[in-house]
């Protein structure tokens, strides 16, 4: 049966999807935040048009380069990914860009710099449930690259790089601006680690987004916008956030924009 067939009119239970809705799309951008769909969606196709909300998953679908590309919000964390990426897939969608925030751990990074994750440290825990933790969780080399050049083009300043990518917002991240403002002894002296390490940020889905792609034969890639550099304070900077996202959204178009033409 041919992929999304059985789901032409039956919609997929958590997006309230159907293969028909799409209109052939396979190609999707994933925020996290469902306000941030439709700012997203506009960005390429000025009449993009809302599908479905149901619980955290809200999407439009819009046309870039006549070509069908649904935005559709993922809500924190790697579950709920997984979940917009099975449910997807089994529509016909085979390629995802994840349009994030991050925090940067290196002090080189500014706020409103864009970071493209090349792969990230499995802080996860969704991701083993689709493979053992000795499997990398890579981003596909022809999303990094139309990502790269992207963002060259634009004149964007963006870092390539390795992201820690945590179930947690706090203690999995090192924060101690928490209720307990107590780390579990795995994550104490974490954060060190991994600038040592050469990592450049922590966000929370990649890690699950890279491993799910890579092990259902899926394209993902992932950029982010830096909204705070935890080498020199722990607070978003709020006011920074709106740049950060108009940034990060147009080198994701940009890319996909690049990888219609070449495919």
């Known amino acids: 049966m041919e992929v999304g067939l059985k789901f032409a009119h039956m919609k997929i239970y958590h997006l ?36 479905a909300s149901s619980r955290e998953f809200t999407s439009f679908l819009g046309y870039l380069e006549a070509t069908p590309v649904l935005t559709i919000s993922t809500g924190i964390g790697g579950p709920s990914t997984a979940i917009v990426i099975e449910e997807l897939a089994m529509l016909g969608v085979d390629t995802f860009i994840r349009i994030g925030t991050t925090g940067a751990i ?25 493979a053992p933790i000795e499997y990398p969780a890579v981003a596909h080399f022809e999303i990094v690259q139309a990502l790269i050049a992207a963002a060259q083009a634009l004149a964007v300043p963006h870092h390539i790089g390795l992201t820690a990518s ?36 922590y966000e929370m889905e990649s890690a699950t987004l890279f491993t799910v792609c890579s092990a259902l034969g899926l394209r993902a890639g992932c950029v982010s916008g830096v909204i705070v550099n935890r080498v020199l304070e722990n607070q978003i900077q709020e006011k920074a956030t709106p740049l950060a996202e108009a940034k990060t959204i147009q080198v994701a178009v940009e890319a996909l924009r690049r990888l219609l033409k070449t495919s």
Request: proline share 4%.
């Open 166 to 201: 945590s179930d947690s917002f706090y203690p999995g991240q090192e924060r101690y601006d928490s209720f307990s403002g107590w780390v579990i002894r795995r994550f104490q002296g974490s954060l060190k680690e991994w600038q040592r390490l050469g990592v450049l940020n």
């Open 16 to 51: 309230k999807l159907n293969h028909k809705m799409l209109e052939g799309a396979k190609c999707a951008f994933l925020p996290g935040d469902p306000a941030r769909v439709q700012k997203i969606a506009l960005s390429y196709d000025q009449q993009a048009r809302p599908l």
């Open 106 to 130: 290196q002090k080189h990074i500014q706020v409103q710099d864009v970071i493209i994750t090349t792969a990230s440290v499995r802080l996860d825990g969704t991701s083993t449930h689709y």
